[in-house]
């Protein structure tokens, strides 16, 4: 929708929120934030490494922190809230991004959703790719 971050721009969102609270409360853990929050990027490789680095990050921070006792420096009161939040924030735009498929004419029903993004939480193996059902 015009006006509106494109699926590429809030994927590179993510990853940049996840380095700055990082940045922010465990900084011993962050390394280099990105320069730009919402990139366009183009190639999907590269949004599934940054992710997966930026994943990394968190789970390596948090750990340390929970294993060592030690309290984030910023924002919460324990390491498991850094991890509370991110949920919600990355949740949030997982609904922005379906609806942004949908209104572009790619939409994804649960069924196809479901086993790469909710389900993940469920069951123990990770959900193969998937590819957009046209509408």
Not at 8 to 33: C, K, N, S, W
Not at 38 to 52: T, Y
Request: proline share 7%.
């Amino acid at each position: 929708m015009k006006g509106s971050p494109s699926v590429a721009q809030m994927f590179t969102h993510i990853h940049y929120v996840r380095l700055v609270l990082v940045f922010e409360d465990p900084p011993e853990f962050a390394g280099d934030v990105p320069n730009e929050e919402w990139v366009d990027e183009r190639d999907p490789d590269r949004i599934a490494q940054i992710l997966n680095d930026s994943t990394k990050t968190v789970r390596d921070a948090v750990k340390s922190r929970v294993e060592t006792g030690r309290d984030m420096n910023l924002h919460y009161d324990h390491p498991i809230l850094l991890l509370q939040h991110m949920l919600w924030h990355e949740g949030y735009h997982h609904g922005q991004m379906k609806l942004a498929l949908k209104a572009a004419g790619c939409r994804m029903t649960n069924d196809v959703a479901g086993p790469i993004t909710w389900r993940i939480w469920m069951r123990k193996k990770s959900a193969g790719p998937t590819q957009c059902a046209p509408s």
